[in-house]
């Protein structure tokens, strides 16, 4: 069974720029959860998507924003980047819709802002 | 915020001994977990306890978790080179409902396995 896919695995942007990282769950998972993990702030919860809804979200500006596509796939955007956005964005599904148990991260997206 | 809070925050130990890593959190909780991650890389699932458990095994691993003092610890036991990460615990923070997905992770406790 292949594990949680993230894409791109690196990227480098400038300030200003937007993104879009990728995120393909478990097959079966419709759960998605994306954190931020920095040096600093350690790893931070953004939002969660089930069924293509948005079901809870962490203490982030509104220029980061998600989505979920009916096959659970989800993205997330970040817009007008700042220096301290450069961060690993990991992506992470479940299984269980009522609980949140084990979590199945991906390997990340390592995003640096220049 | 940091829900969690580990001790220590660096350990570094040789082979074959043990390596026990406390966290505490601040809130109810449904459950616990504990996490591992290699550098730079995700984080993989090592064990779940529920608030209603106490202790909790997995191979090598021992979990404990302390609900009146909102604590736990991770023991691993004969460590070997190979467990040489970053450990995190996390809750879910909410009592007899459920986080939606949101886990709230302590800082981390980075072990270093030495041959």
């Known amino acids: 069974k292949a594990g949680v896919t993230q894409t791109p695995r690196y990227l480098i942007k400038t300030r200003g720029q937007q993104v879009t990282l990728s995120c393909s769950p478990i097959s079966g998972h419709r759960s998605v959860s994306w954190y931020q993990q920095t040096p600093g702030q350690g790893l931070q919860f953004l939002f969660e998507y089930f069924s293509e809804t948005q079901r809870n979200k962490g203490n982030f500006p509104g220029r980061f924003s998600g989505r979920q596509f009916s096959n659970s796939r989800s993205e997330m955007n970040v817009s007008t980047l700042e220096l301290g956005d450069s961060a690993l964005y990991l992506c992470?599904?479940?299984?269980?819709?009522?609980?949140?148990?084990?979590?199945?991260f991906g390997e990340g997206s390592r995003l640096t802002v220049l | 915020s940091q829900q969690g809070e580990e001790d220590p925050q660096a350990l570094s130990i040789q082979e074959g001994e043990n390596a026990t890593m406390n966290c505490s959190y601040k809130?109810?909780?449904?459950?616990l977990q504990w996490y591992r991650q290699n550098s730079g890389r995700g984080l993989v699932h090592l064990i779940l306890?529920?608030?209603?458990?106490r202790e909790k095994h997995s191979g090598r691993l021992r979990v404990t978790l302390d609900t009146s003092k909102k604590s736990s610890s991770l023991l691993i036991t004969a460590s070997r080179a190979a467990d040489t990460a970053s450990y995190f615990c996390?809750?879910?923070?909410?009592?007899?409902?459920?986080?939606?997905?949101?886990?709230?992770f302590g800082q981390g406790t980075i072990l270093t396995v030495h041959p």
């Open positions: 809130t109810s909780i449904n459950n």
């Open positions: 992470a599904s479940s299984f269980v819709a009522a609980d949140t148990g084990e979590l199945f």
């Open positions: 996390a809750t879910d923070g909410v009592a007899g409902g459920t986080s939606y997905g949101k886990l709230t």
């Open positions: 306890i529920r608030s209603n458990e």
